[in-house]
Nanobody, 121 residues
Framework: QVQLVESGGGLVQPGGSLRLSCAAS????????MGWYRQAPGKERELVAS???????NYADSVKGRFTISRGNAKNTVYLQMNSLKPEDTAVYYC???????????????WGQGTQVTVSS
């Protein structure tokens, strides 16, 4: 009963920027954290950035200083501003939400279907 809608992916040249958006809807009651993961061909899915309900952020070393994660005015939204993009940033980016449902008071993890980010000349 939780839907994560992602947008903002696409093709961009090295050094360019993209802004990914994710909105959670449905039976979500509370959110502990939201984040972005990515998976490149032949590689494991990895954490890119996360942000807690209190605003604490965490970034992968490879994106520090280039990417910024933030929460929207609606607390069920999260953004990933991606600057100075590199070819190695090419991957499918997945939105992730850790939270609780109205009818199930245990922490769960929800995932979007992913959005393709391609950095190429």
């Amino acid at each position: 009963q939780v839907q994560l809608v992602e947008s903002g992916g696409g093709l961009v040249q090295p050094g360019g920027s993209l802004r990914l958006s994710c909105a959670a809807s449905g039976s979500i009651f509370s959110i502990n954290a939201m984040g972005w993961y990515r998976q490149a061909p032949g590689k494991e899915r990895e954490l890119v950035a996360s942000i807690t309900s209190g605003g604490t952020t965490n970034y992968a070393d490879s994106v520090k200083g280039r990417f910024t994660i933030s929460r929207g005015n609606a607390k069920n939204t999260v953004y990933l501003q991606m600057n100075s993009l590199k070819p190695e940033d090419t991957a499918v980016y997945y939105c992730n939400v850790d939270g609780k449902l109205y009818y199930y008071a245990r922490l769960m993890s929800f995932w979007g279907q992913g959005t393709q980010v391609t950095v190429s000349s």
